[in-house]
């Protein structure tokens, strides 16, 4: 197995290997229990009695020792240097009151700006914050920087308030919590960093994504979250500029346009490649800082109905824009106000550039939390993919829970994975790291244990969610790409499981079974309650990651 990366083709005299005793979850034969990779591409998938056939001392030889080999998972929707500086910062997510949360702030030893990622007042049972002045004495006059768990709000304190001169702008008050434009400000100012530092923060999530069996990470880089700079360092992945390899990094800007020259002009001085003008293009916020636009009032805050960041007439010109030079477009929208400005949006751009040329163009819309059934049909019509994430409904779907307290009983009917399935609307599966944990297996039970049994999906959805339409959402250029068949790119992940079954259809419950009739991939059980364990990583025949366990 290789270890240095290139982007170029594997040379002759590349390495070629035997993985073997395990199982491979390929279309190509649903018993398969070996795999040869050479170089960079899938040779050939069988039987163990065929593996023993080909075998010699030429190849290295990875005994599976009954290991899962899987296609590597794809998270359709992460922030590279945000993950990276809340794995290294204080973790808020056990917290559980304003004083727990300023004691944490006390003990933190760090030099620099004090920063924490993760607290959810909707999980205290006093919900009130600290103020900026309570967090200026806890923090020994540092600066503090404490994102709320969806990252569209924050804590401050009273010096980084002033420093990044907050007072004034939308979204500040006199409390701790800054949002819209203040929080943007707020986040900016902390993260005038240098290059290499933010460098060794992405570095960081992209070896937390390869620990954890992913292959390839989608970027959403916008002007609010990192700017230009930000997402000219995490494109320098592909290019070999890294030290060893890592995962490939899909990149999107966020950026408004306003005509079909406008966004030619941004794509060209971004001076990289971006799969498309979509991402966080924010059309309205997060439910959990009651900044996505709703149709109607938020249940725990009468009065208030989130903010709408672009008009339906801004959102069309993008649209129409990106259409016109043939690339993805989209928008961040989460509330059914936000998605109502996005589908009139593309009914405006279809009207100019015709509706053809908008499904060509494989827009995307990410996170689609609030949609009923005329807007799944529509973003059906116009083969709109959303970009979902499961975790959120893990998180906050639960009864009482975040979802039910921000908006009643309308918190039912949200995240339809199920009913965009039925649809025909093409979906994919991330995390939106750091808001979620980059645990692709715990995302793709969620699926199967949707807090509404109606917008459960099967397993095998789920998976492919995570995987292939991953691929397929970014329009990537290798259509095989997401599977194990002979001639695919060998990007993949083996992992020690308990028990590998396949799910019955079943319309009362999430059963499984072992009984190889079905001639489907087998899966890892995930009614057990264990994700299973990633031991080896690869993309493009390059090893990513390795658990001492895989060559005992």
């Not at 005793?21 to 390929?26: D, K, L």
């Not at 989460?334 to 060509?360: F, H, S, W």
Request: one cysteine or more; proline letters at 5%; a negative charge.
């Amino acid at each position: 197995m290789k270890h240095a990366r290139s982007s170029a083709p594997a040379q002759p005299g590349r390495k070629v290997v035997l993985y073997r005793n395990g199982s491979v979850y390929t279309a190509a034969d649903p018993f398969a229990t070996a795999m040869l990779v050479d170089g960079d591409t899938v040779a050939w998938v069988g039987s163990e009695q065929a593996a023993s056939s080909i075998a010699d001392g030429s190849m290295e030889i990875i005994d599976l020792h009954g290991a899962l080999v899987a296609p590597g998972f794809v998270d359709s929707h992460i922030h590279l240097t945000e993950t990276g500086i809340a794995l290294g910062s204080l973790q808020l997510g056990e917290v559980r009151s304003a004083r727990q949360l300023l004691e944490t702030v006390a003990s933190s030893k760090a030099e620099g700006p004090v920063l924490g990622h993760g607290w959810d007042e909707s999980l205290w049972e006093d919900p009130a914050l600290p103020s900026a002045e309570e967090l200026e004495r806890a923090a020994g006059g540092r600066h503090v920087y404490l994102s709320r768990v969806d990252v569209h709000s924050a804590l401050v304190s009273s010096s980084l308030a002033a420093t990044a001169g907050l007072a004034g702008l939308d979204g500040f008050s006199s409390g701790g919590q800054v949002k819209r434009a203040a929080h943007t400000a707020a986040r900016q100012a902390t993260r005038r960093l240098p290059d290499q530092t933010l460098r060794e923060h992405q570095r960081r999530a992209l070896m937390e994504a390869a620990q954890n069996g992913y292959v390839a990470l989608a970027e959403m880089a916008a002007p609010h979250v990192g700017g230009v700079s930000d997402l000219r360092l995490a494109a320098s992945w592909n290019t070999g500029q890294g030290e060893g390899a890592v995962p490939e990094v899909l990149p999107y800007w966020g950026e408004l346009s306003t005509s079909e020259e406008h966004a030619h002009a941004v794509l060209e001085e971004l001076g990289v490649p971006v799969r498309g003008l979509a991402g966080d293009l924010n059309i309205d916020g997060s439910i959990g800082s009651r900044t996505a636009a709703l149709r109607s009032d938020y249940s725990d805050a009468p009065g208030e109905r989130g903010s709408l960041y672009l008009s339906a007439d801004q959102a069309a010109a993008h649209l129409a824009a990106c259409s016109r030079l043939g690339i993805q477009g989209g928008f961040h929208v989460i509330g059914d106000a936000g998605l109502d400005a996005a589908l009139t949006a593309l009914d405006l751009a279809a009207a100019e550039v015709g509706e053809q040329r908008i499904r060509a163009a494989g827009h995307r819309f990410e996170h689609v939390e609030i949609a009923d059934s005329d807007a799944v049909q529509r973003l059906a019509r116009y083969s709109v993919t959303v970009s979902a994430q499961p975790g959120f409904d893990a998180a906050w779907g639960t009864s009482a829970g975040l979802y039910e307290q921000r908006l009643g009983s309308r918190s039912q009917s949200m995240n339809a994975f199920a009913s965009f399935y039925s649809a025909g609307v093409p979906i994919c599966f991330g995390s939106d790291s750091p808001v979620t944990p980059l645990r692709p297996w715990s995302s793709v039970r969620a699926c199967l244990q949707h807090n509404n049994p109606d917008e459960r999906i099967s397993a095998r959805a789920a998976f492919l969610g995570h995987t292939r339409a991953g691929w397929r959402a970014a329009k990537y250029q290798n259509p095989m790409a997401g599977q194990l068949v002979p001639g695919a790119p060998a990007s993949f992940a083996v992992w020690e499981v308990e028990e590998l079954m396949v799910q019955v259809a079943d319309g009362r419950v999430q059963s499984w079974s072992t009984d190889p009739r079905a001639r489907t991939p087998l899966l890892p059980a995930l009614d057990t309650g264990r994700d299973p364990t990633c031991l080896q990583t690869v993309r493009d025949g390059y090893e990513l990651f390795a658990s001492p366990a895989l060559r005992p």
